[in-house]
């Protein structure tokens, strides 16, 4: 089984910037597709950003798209998602998963970790 841990979340005034990333222990993520989703308090768990295996493909929730960049460096098993012009709508806490090769919007795993609180203020 692996276990995945969240890291980079904080306070951040709108329009600043972030970075989250996603480690994991027991198994490597390097052959796994892998997604980052968000939940805000009163709200579903809402799919951001996702990325293959090999980082040569990506996927972004309309909200995400132009202010935040997936990416990973599988030498360091490490998935990271770059938050930019952070708005309100964005305070959240973040979580990474596992997701299907052939959707990335759609999380593989049945548990999720603790994810990283991200808080924006204005």
């Known amino acids: 089984q692996v276990q995945l841990v969240e890291s980079g979340g904080g306070l951040v005034q709108a329009g600043g910037s972030l970075r989250l990333s996603c480690a994991a222990s027991g198994r490597t993520l390097s052959r796994l597709a892998m997604g980052w989703f968000r939940q805000a308090p009163g709200k579903e768990r809402e799919f951001v950003a996702g990325i293959s295996w090999s980082g040569g493909s990506v996927d972004y929730a309309d909200s995400a798209k132009g202010r935040f960049t997936i990416s990973r460096d599988n030498a360091k098993d490490t998935v990271y998602l770059q938050m930019n012009s952070l708005k309100l709508d964005d305070a959240a806490v973040y979580y990474c998963?596992?997701?299907?090769?052939?959707?990335?919007?759609?999380?593989?795993?049945?548990?999720w970790g603790q994810g990283t609180q991200v808080t924006v203020s204005s």
């Open positions: 998963n596992s997701v299907f090769t052939n959707d990335y919007r759609r999380p593989a795993y049945g548990s």
